[in-house]
Structure formats: structure tokens, C-alpha cells
């Protein structure tokens, strides 16, 4: 009853010998994943046996049934599906870019492409002069120059900015909305530069998505050194382009969440959530993006159980059906929630990539963040610390059902993702063991200390 | 004259202002790496056209020329050679391991395996049987049964530690002393496990020393794959092995260490030095040893003067001439510091590979280490702190010379080290643009620092 108490009403000021405690239970799940770890080898399973996993396809149908089949035969209390329909998005052929003349003089040069994910097909091949602009605001200078042209925004991600998720995340409105903004001036197509830091010439696909308003234009990332020498010779001179994509909707796909539960003994009704998504682009194994976290998810239910830890809270660990193209999958998981009236506490995601851990981002009140810096040296050992700010597309629903659940995110170090994010490199080979075992590490650390002492006010 | 007695007497206490001013610099250093930072174009030439670089080989001469040119080229004040004689140890041939029967059963099985550095040819196919022993304990134990037997020392990382050259540091006894260990008990060869934390089967090779006292037999190490095979059959039954090797010396080569410098505005006699190591081994590209730390120090000398910046205090940019097997670069240089009675603030190395920078690491007393913690909020925003503990192999010596220089390193993220250190897989598609110069934005900035406030008491 003691303990209790002080559980209760001294929260988060642990005493030594629990602080003792917790690390030796930490170190004990450390030891565990690092020596004993299946998230590689399922990782192996994942992207080499079934491969890329686009809603709808059957890779995507295969890998719930093989996460079903693993985290039931790690012991989980329970294992079920939550049927959720997804878009069912269809690359339809093989994209193709190419310039055709710089000059007026024939070129027959073809151009490194990938149509981006939910943009519709150009019926045919489409040729045009291109208009190259670095940007929007440049594209509102020159919405007199667009019409009937093919239009190219030279959406580069800022090498300055240390953490490349910012980057992205300021290159990222191009992709989104770069075909309808050209589109409603006239535009017959769109190129961007893919969403990129590597220093190679893949094509990086990734979602986009049409403004009702204007006509639905076909819309392509091209290779980084492609589209870089692209621009360059646009800025000299007068150059035609083609360009053809095959995209198109079926109607939406029966897919599932598959959810692996260990039940609470102490608070059964409080849940504490843990997830990636199952779904990938087409055009890779989607090894980081999101094998790693579904990998990552799995690892800690069997490690949980591989040391016999009886958790006070009920622990989910999910693989969501459905994020690239449509972010079905966490909001139907939010939908049964709240049907359901579920009290969720806490939610992690693992969706950065498998790459050595720097912290784990919480998102929650100034008052709760400075109560949980008291976990943080718990983590370092680990070689993280707790940041301001996290989440996951997946789980980020669950705040609107309750604004009161701490969301939270696997920081993992962010200098290479964008190296293969969305590209054909994102593949099992680029996966460090190491790196995603102690990812793993750190997500059950920051589970165990919310499964011990919930959240803070 | 203020801000002189503010900067002499109140190091470190920054005003709010210098720390503004700071960080302007260590961003402008900062944005000019990442944006047209050359290293990584250096490393590729230097991997790519040079390629191995083991002491005394043409490869090693043509990267001390091409590293003077290039730091020329980079309009340092001076650039200068220190001859410096180096071993010169050859492979001399295909290192060769093999099962030759288990159980009595005749098998034909070849083991990966690469002879460890400064190890002697075997004279010949050796075959004997093998000894498998977990470490020196267990060698200890059964040292009667060790003569005339084939040692195997099963010097695995152990996995549980998260710092991997915590883990390399207890392993690597079993490479540097095994053979003499086993000789002393009749031994007529000795494999190893690499050291190695890759779930693959390439063989690592690495230093290793004779005792004089003992017959120097050969030693190999074996691919991690095949190692722990060997292990657990040996565990089970009688094996007899082959091995052979090739390994001799000679004459000391005659290398140099390649240095550039900026002269100090203010402070010309005070010495700051960065390096890192030319020479690699001859198996891989040393593309992270020590290829990384080499371009990082170019990178720096490029980038103050692409800024302009003009430094209080003498910078110097050390291409180290050797450091795998036999440290005559760094040593080479102390003498010469000491000779020339030169006084050294502090000294950077980068040896730990060009993966992304966690901290600083510095040796110096309790009460500068205190001090330099007001440092860190300037690195904070490029991934790093300032730890315990730091230096490197080629500026370690300089510490003999005088005690109070304070020694630091470049600390990168160690998960991926040891997975390709010292193995064929240590190339330049495997050195990642970003993580390598932001490597150098760090180094950059804690250079800058010392040159601007010198070292605290």
C-alpha cells in the first residue's frame, strides 16, 4: 500500500532502489533483444518473402496473415483483425519520362521516373515545353507561362537543415499538391524533384493528392541528378519533355490491423499502444519504411514474454493495415477505440526508419514533459534521452478521440532516410541489425516505464 | 581590451552575445559543409582511385601526394611532409583455412580467413587438430592439451554492450595476444573469431603482436559465420584443420606525414591539431578507417578558408602516416613537436568512422571538463555534446610531450563501426554524404571554439 501511494501521489519522483530496480529490468530486456533479437531475421522474412506490400496487393494480404502468425506464436493473450478497407491505388505500367529536345534539337535522353502514389495515369504520352520553376511563388510569377506546358518544381530538400524530417517536411508540400497547383493554370503534367538527400538517381514515389477544382494531371518524381541537370539546362534554354504514367483506383481493398494483445494485471482497462505499418510503396521492400517498426513492435511482445514480464497494463501491439496512401489503418483503429470506449494512455510509433535511436519524441503537455525528463537518464544507457514532439501517423488518431493520450515516436537518427525513403534502395540490405535491435531496446524501455508508473498529470 | 580580460580571466562564462556571435560562425561553417563540403567527393578519389593503403605500399605514397595537392589546393599557409619510416608488412598471398575432417570424416571445407596484420607465413600448409576454446581461461585450463594443436579462440563482441568498442576493447586482447598465448603451450597455428559485429562471413583482419619468448606462429581470423560453425562442431566431436598464410616484412618503408597549417593571427605558437590516418589496411578501400578522418580534416581546412575565417591561434590538418600497424605517424609527429619544443593546446583526431556524430569526446581534467560543458548548447543543434574521454591513436602521443595538452575525438554513432572495420566491406558505398560532413561541421565547431577561447585551467 505504501508503494502504492507513492506511486499515486509522488509521481514521477522515484526512489533509488526503483530506479535500481527499472534499470535492472531494462538491462534485462536489453540483454535480450540484443543477444536473442528476431526482429532482423523477421525483418529478412518481411521484405525478401513478401516483398512490398502497396494496400491492396496481395504482399500486403500476406503480411497480416504472416504478423498474425508470428505474434500468435510468440504467446500473446490475444491476436485479431480489424477489418479496414484501404485505397486500393494501382501504378498500372511502367512511368516514363524523357526529354525529348533542348533547343530545338532532338534529344532522345530518358529521365530516371516514378509517378507519384494516388496520381492517375496521362492516357498516352504527353509531350510539351517545359516550364522549370524553383518554386511556388515562382509558379505564381509565371501562372501566365503554364498553360499547355509540362511544368518542373526543383522541390530539393535544404542540405542545411541538420534534422532532414524538417526538410522534408518543407519539401514535401511539392509533392502533395504540386500537380494541382499547376494544374489550375494550365499545366498537362508535373515533374518534381524527388523527395531526396542521397547523392544518387532514384526516383522517390510517395502520396499526393488532386484538388477537386482543376483537371487531374499526370505527376512524376524524377531521379535527384536527373531533375538537378534538368533545371540546370531549363534555366539555358528551351526544352520539350514527354512523359506517360498508368495510375488508377480499384475500388477500396479488404485489408486488416492486426492487433496482438497482453492484458493488464493490475490496470486492464488502461491501454498502452505500440505500432508500425504494414503497408509499403510498390517500388521497393519497405524495409525501413515500415518494416522496422513493425518489426520493431513484434520484437517487444516477444521479448516481454521471453522474460516473463507480467505487465500492469494492457499492452497492444499493432500493425496497421494501411499509412502510405491513405492513413486507413490508424484511424480505423481510433474508430473502434472510441466505439469501443477505450481508455488509451499511451501511444508509440516506430515509423522513422530502423536507424540507430537518438531519442524517444513525446507529445504532451510542458508540465508531463518536464515530469518524464525524470525517465531520461533510464534511456541513456540506451543511447537516447526523452525530446519535445512525437507521434506517428498511425497513431496520431487517438488523440482525437481523447486529447488527454500521450503520443509518442522512435526518434532514430535521421541523416539517411531520406536517402531511400519511397525509393528502390529501401531494402532489407540497408538495414543495420544492430541499429534496429536497440530501436527495439528503447521502445520497451519507454513501454515498461509507462506500463509501471502510467503517464503523468 | 574588455573583452580580452572577460575571455582570460571568466573563461569559459560566455555573454549571451559571444554565444550569438558563435553560433553565427559555427552556422555559416556549418551550412558552407553542407552545402558544398568536398569530402565526400575526396573520399571517393581516395578510395575509389587509390584505393588499400597499407604502409609501404605504392597506394599509400600516392595518397600523401594527393593529399598535399589537394590541401595546396585548399590554400593553406604552408604544406609540408614529416618523413616518417614506416613498417612494412606484406600479406604476401592468399591466406587459406579449411576443415579438413570432423569425426574422422574426411570434408573439404574451406573457411573464410584473413592472416592478422604483422603475423608471419606459415612455412607451408599447417594441418592439425583444433583446440576450441571460449577465451584465455579456458586455454589456461587445457593447456596441456595444446601442443602440437591448432588453437581456435572464440573472441566474439559480446553483443549486450551498447557501446561497440567497449565491446572491441575486450575482444581485441584475443587478436593482439592469441598467438603467443597458444605458442607458449606448443600451439602451431591459431584462428580467431573476427572481431566483428556483422551478421556475415567476412573475415576481419587487424593488428597483432608476437612475444619474442614464443615460436611466432601463424594467425588468422575467421568469417564470423564460419567461426561460429567451427565452434559449435568442435563443441561435438574431433576436428582437423588447414591453414596457411604468408605474411613477412620488409625493410621499414619511407613514408610521410602530410601537414598543413594556418598560421595564427594572435597567437602563432599555439598549436591546434586535427587529424586522422592515411594508411588502411589492404584488404578494403579504408573508406571509414580512416579514410572518414582524413577528408573530415581536409573538409575543415577547406571550409575556414572558404569562409575566411583567419584563426587566432596555428591550425594544423594532419594527414597521419600510419596508424594500423605500428602508430609511427603520430609518434613521428610528437618527437618532432618536442624537437621543435612547440606548444599544442589540443589536438582532434577521427578514427571512429564517418558515421553520424554523437558527441565530442575529451580528455582533459575533471575541472575543464566542467568548463567545456558550456560549449555544448553550441553543438547541441548538430547532433553532438561534449563527453568523457576522447583522442585518437596519431594524437595520443602528443600527450607524452606534454600533459597538459587536452586530447579529443570525434565520437560517431559505434552501431555499424564494427561490421566492416578492417573488412573488405569497408568501402566507399558504404560511407553515407551527410553522416560524414556533418562529422565535419562538428569537428569544425569545436576547433572554432578552441581557437576563439583557447583551453580552460
Given at each position: 500500500?505504501?508503494?502504492?501511494?507513492?506511486?499515486?501521489?509522488?509521481?514521477?519522483?522515484?526512489?533509488?532502489?526503483?530506479?535500481?530496480?527499472?534499470?535492472?529490468?531494462?538491462?534485462?530486456?536489453?540483454?535480450?533483444?540484443?543477444?536473442?533479437?528476431?526482429?532482423?531475421?523477421?525483418?529478412?522474412?518481411?521484405?525478401?518473402?513478401?516483398?512490398?506490400?502497396?494496400?491492396?496487393?496481395?504482399?500486403?494480404?500476406?503480411?497480416?496473415?504472416?504478423?498474425?502468425?508470428?505474434?500468435?506464436?510468440?504467446?500473446?493473450?490475444?491476436?485479431?483483425?480489424?477489418?479496414?478497407?484501404?485505397?486500393?491505388?494501382?501504378?498500372?505500367?511502367?512511368?516514363?519520362?524523357?526529354?525529348?529536345?533542348?533547343?530545338?534539337?532532338?534529344?532522345?535522353?530518358?529521365?530516371?521516373?516514378?509517378?507519384?502514389?494516388?496520381?492517375?495515369?496521362?492516357?498516352?504520352?504527353?509531350?510539351?515545353?517545359?516550364?522549370?520553376?524553383?518554386?511556388?511563388?515562382?509558379?505564381?510569377?509565371?501562372?501566365?507561362?503554364?498553360?499547355?506546358?509540362?511544368?518542373?518544381?526543383?522541390?530539393?530538400?535544404?542540405?542545411?537543415?541538420?534534422?532532414?524530417?524538417?526538410?522534408?517536411?518543407?519539401?514535401?508540400?511539392?509533392?502533395?499538391?504540386?500537380?494541382?497547383?499547376?494544374?489550375?493554370?494550365?499545366?498537362?503534367?508535373?515533374?518534381?524533384?524527388?523527395?531526396?538527400?542521397?547523392?544518387?538517381n532514384a526516383p522517390h514515389t510517395g502520396g499526393m493528392k488532386y484538388d477537386e477544382n482543376y483537371p487531374k494531371i499526370p505527376a512524376v518524381a524524377l531521379g535527384p541528378n536527373d531533375?538537378?541537370?534538368?533545371?540546370?539546362?531549363?534555366?539555358?534554354?528551351?526544352?520539350?519533355?514527354?512523359?506517360?504514367?498508368?495510375?488508377?483506383?480499384?475500388?477500396?481493398?479488404?485489408?486488416?490491423?492486426?492487433?496482438?494483445?497482453?492484458?493488464?494485471?493490475?490496470?486492464?482497462?488502461?491501454?498502452?499502444?505500440?505500432?508500425?505499418?504494414?503497408?509499403?510503396?510498390?517500388?521497393?521492400?519497405?524495409?525501413?519504411?515500415?518494416?522496422?517498426?513493425?518489426?520493431?513492435?513484434?520484437?517487444?511482445?516477444?521479448?516481454?514474454?521471453?522474460?516473463?514480464?507480467?505487465?500492469?497494463?494492457?499492452?497492444?501491439?499493432?500493425?496497421?493495415?494501411?499509412?502510405?496512401?491513405?492513413?486507413?489503418?490508424?484511424?480505423?483503429?481510433?474508430?473502434?477505440?472510441?466505439?469501443?470506449?477505450?481508455?488509451?494512455?499511451?501511444?508509440?510509433?516506430?515509423?522513422?526508419?530502423?536507424?540507430?535511436?537518438?531519442?524517444?519524441?513525446?507529445?504532451?503537455?510542458?508540465?508531463?514533459?518536464?515530469?518524464?525528463?525524470?525517465?531520461?537518464?533510464?534511456?541513456?544507457?540506451?543511447?537516447?534521452?526523452?525530446?519535445?514532439?512525437?507521434?506517428?501517423?498511425?497513431?496520431?488518431?487517438?488523440?482525437?478521440?481523447?486529447?488527454?493520450?500521450?503520443?509518442?515516436?522512435?526518434?532514430?537518427?535521421?541523416?539517411?532516410?531520406?536517402?531511400?525513403?519511397?525509393?528502390?534502395?529501401?531494402?532489407?540490405?540497408?538495414?543495420?541489425?544492430?541499429?534496429?535491435?536497440?530501436?527495439?531496446?528503447?521502445?520497451?524501455?519507454?513501454?515498461?516505464?509507462?506500463?509501471?508508473?502510467?503517464?503523468?498529470?
Amino acid at each position: 500500500m505504501r508503494k502504492l501511494f507513492f506511486l499515486v501521489f509522488c509521481w514521477p519522483f522515484l526512489t533509488q532502489a526503483q530506479v535500481n530496480q527499472d534499470s535492472i529490468i531494462i538491462k534485462k530486456m536489453s540483454d535480450e533483444i540484443m543477444t536473442n533479437g528476431k526482429a532482423y531475421d523477421l525483418l529478412r522474412q518481411l521484405t525478401k518473402q513478401i516483398g512490398g506490400r502497396l494496400a491492396g496487393s496481395p504482399q500486403q494480404q500476406n503480411a497480416a496473415v504472416w504478423g498474425k502468425r508470428n505474434m500468435e506464436s510468440f504467446a500473446a493473450d490475444k491476436v485479431y483483425l480489424q477489418p479496414c478497407k484501404t485505397p486500393n491505388w494501382q501504378r498500372g505500367g511502367k512511368d516514363f519520362a524523357s526529354v525529348v529536345s533542348v533547343n530545338g534539337k532532338a534529344m532522345n535522353q530518358p529521365l530516371a521516373a516514378l509517378a507519384l502514389g494516388n496520381s492517375l495515369g496521362s492516357n498516352g504520352l504527353v509531350e510539351a515545353e517545359l516550364l522549370a520553376v524553383a518554386d511556388f511563388d515562382e509558379l505564381e510569377k509565371r501562372k501566365a507561362e503554364v498553360k499547355g506546358k509540362i511544368v518542373y518544381i526543383h522541390s530539393v530538400f535544404d542540405p542545411t537543415i541538420i534534422q532532414t524530417f524538417i526538410a522534408y517536411g518543407k519539401a514535401g508540400v511539392f509533392r502533395a499538391t504540386a500537380a494541382s497547383r499547376a494544374a489550375k493554370y494550365g499545366a498537362i503534367g508535373v515533374m518534381i524533384h524527388s523527395l531526396s538527400t542521397a547523392p544518387d538517381n532514384a526516383p522517390h514515389t510517395g502520396g499526393m493528392k488532386y484538388d477537386e477544382n482543376y483537371p487531374k494531371i499526370p505527376a512524376v518524381a524524377l531521379g535527384p541528378n536527373d531533375a538537378k541537370e534538368l533545371y540546370a539546362k531549363a534555366k539555358k534554354g528551351t526544352i520539350r519533355v514527354q512523359m506517360q504514367t498508368y495510375g488508377y483506383f480499384l475500388p477500396d481493398a479488404d485489408e486488416n490491423n492486426v492487433v496482438a494483445e497482453i492484458k493488464g494485471a493490475t490496470f486492464p482497462n488502461e491501454i498502452i499502444t505500440i505500432g508500425g505499418h504494414l503497408d509499403s510503396w510498390d517500388v521497393n521492400e519497405g524495409a525501413h519504411d515500415d518494416g522496422a517498426g513493425i518489426v520493431q513492435t513484434m520484437e517487444i511482445l516477444r521479448v516481454m514474454k521471453a522474460i516473463n514480464y507480467i505487465p500492469k497494463r494492457t499492452i497492444r501491439f499493432v500493425l496497421f493495415a494501411n499509412e502510405e496512401n491513405g492513413g486507413r489503418g490508424g484511424a480505423k483503429y481510433a474508430e473502434l477505440a472510441k466505439l469501443n470506449n477505450e481508455k488509451h494512455l499511451f501511444a508509440l510509433e516506430s515509423d522513422e526508419g530502423g536507424f540507430t535511436p537518438r531519442s524517444i519524441g513525446i507529445t504532451c503537455s510542458p508540465e508531463q514533459f518536464n515530469k518524464l525528463q525524470a525517465w531520461t537518464p533510464l534511456l541513456k544507457p540506451y543511447g537516447t534521452e526523452i525530446t519535445a514532439g512525437g507521434g506517428g501517423a498511425d497513431v496520431n488518431p487517438l488523440k482525437t478521440i481523447d486529447a488527454n493520450v500521450i503520443l509518442a515516436g522512435l526518434v532514430p537518427d535521421s541523416q539517411r532516410y531520406f536517402d531511400l525513403h519511397h525509393a528502390k534502395t529501401d531494402v532489407f540490405e540497408n538495414v543495420n541489425k544492430r541499429e534496429l535491435l536497440l530501436g527495439a531496446v528503447n521502445m520497451a524501455a519507454i513501454v515498461y516505464l509507462v506500463d509501471q508508473y502510467g503517464v503523468p498529470k
